[in-house]
């Protein structure tokens, strides 16, 4: 992507690496938010990370060709941020550019801390948002995060929705006494209803969850059932059809030479006040279980293949150099989200610690998705933090 305005040529490369895992490159249809600031400056590669996109396709309709799911699941396990800055730099080298620019949000900040630990020498500098995961196992420390704030964010959403408190546990109450279908054929349950939790990490977001929510029930000739419209909502909303490798390597990208064992899983399971039957339910994020490939048609052929990784050690090497990070010389920048509920902000203060030269910026003004208010304005700020330039 570039600014047809200017004479594209002459400008150098930034490579976007987008949230995660599992996400194709971004397909905008303008220039707007930040890529309209970063296109005065730069050429934009919107790269399909592996199996995403245009990449050689990874899902429940492709993986069973490669054999069973012990070859499945050994296929995926090179499907890591090491790999994803292993194809970026034959990339970068195939366009014939120097060390280039990178932008990282939310897990696209993991790889870009993988590309400082292991190709620091393609890179001139570095731009993160919402993305300084742990760089130590194990994963359970970033779901006891998440779901601590999960709970804050819960109570935030309630105190401006009050009336939602009733409308939700309605909900749940429902899908569990009387069979309500998704439009992909499954029985919706209380648990996937939680995931509309999803909502919650970003500014806005938390109003479009009231929209949804506000008129979910119709009266029917047998009763109030859910309207067909919340339905589809939601369903968009939890199937993971359109990107099945988000739920089979999502906990992958928090191990290093351990196993995950279904982190978030464990963790919730000792948090009581997630339940689904709890007197006043509150909703979960950005997380996988085991009943996902349960429930969900797009990933229950898949079943086996993600057990396999959950249980996995062998084939999970370091997705960072500790000690080359802590010599890093590359011009790197940050933006850390006080109220993230995602990727903590304690946890990114620590990541920023331990790479030498980075610079953090927190602001409480956004969340998770910060980019999607003000891309223009947080993108500018990184930018010129970086170059030693005033924002």
């Known amino acids: 992507m570039f600014d047809p305005a200017l004479e594209s040529a002459g400008l150098p490369w930034l490579l976007f690496l987008q949230g995660g895992p599992g996400g194709r490159g971004n397909r905008p249809l303008g220039l707007s938010g930040w890529l309209r600031e970063a296109s005065k400056s730069f050429r934009v590669l919107m790269l399909d990370q592996r199996g995403t996109g245009l990449s050689t396709p990874a899902s429940r309709q492709t993986l069973p060709l490669l054999g069973d799911a012990g070859a499945q699941a050994d296929y995926l396990a090179h499907f890591r941020a090491t790999d994803i800055v292993a194809d970026a730099e034959l990339i970068r080298t195939a366009l014939g550019s120097g060390p280039w620019s990178i932008f990282g949000q939310s897990y696209g900040g993991f790889c870009a801390l993988t590309y400082l630990s292991f190709a620091p020498g393609g890179l001139k500098e570095v731009l993160i948002t919402g993305g300084l995961g742990p760089l130590t196992g194990p994963a359970d420390?970033?779901?006891?995060?998440?779901?601590?704030?999960?709970?804050?964010?819960?109570?935030?959403?309630?105190?401006?929705?009050?009336?939602?408190?009733?409308?939700?546990?309605?909900?749940?109450?429902?899908?569990?006494?009387?069979?309500?279908?998704?439009?992909?054929?499954?029985r919706l349950t209380p648990e996937r209803v939680q995931m509309l939790g999803n909502y919650l990490g970003g500014n806005t977001r938390i109003d479009a969850l009231h929209y949804l929510l506000e008129d979910a029930f119709v009266p029917t000739p047998g009763g109030d059932r859910l309207s067909d419209g919340f339905l589809t909502q939601l369903s968009a909303q939890v199937s993971r059809a359109a990107n099945p490798l988000y739920a089979l390597m999502h906990e992958s990208i928090y191990v290093q030479e351990e196993a995950s064992n279904w982190a978030a899983a464990r963790v919730l399971s000792a948090r009581p006040e997630f339940a689904p039957d709890a007197a006043e339910p509150l909703l979960t994020g950005e997380a996988v279980y085991p009943w996902y490939f349960v429930q969900d048609p797009a990933l229950a052929p898949l079943r086996e293949v993600a057990a396999l990784l959950a249980a996995r050690t062998e084939g999970w090497g370091r997705l960072y150099d500790l000690d080359r990070l802590a010599r890093n010389t590359v011009p790197a920048a940050a933006a850390v989200y006080t109220e993230d509920i995602y990727v903590d902000r304690d946890i990114s203060l620590s990541t920023a610690s331990a790479v030498k030269g980075l610079q953090v910026w927190e602001t409480a003004d956004f969340h998770h998705d910060g980019i999607a208010d003000d891309g223009e304005g947080i993108f500018a700020r990184l930018l010129a933090m970086v170059r030693g330039e005033d924002a």
């Open 141 to 186: 420390q970033v779901y006891q995060a998440t779901f601590g704030r999960l709970i804050g964010r819960n109570a935030e959403y309630f105190a401006r929705y009050p009336q939602d408190r009733a409308v939700l546990t309605r909900i749940m109450r429902h899908v569990r006494d009387v069979p309500e279908l998704l439009p992909t054929g499954e």
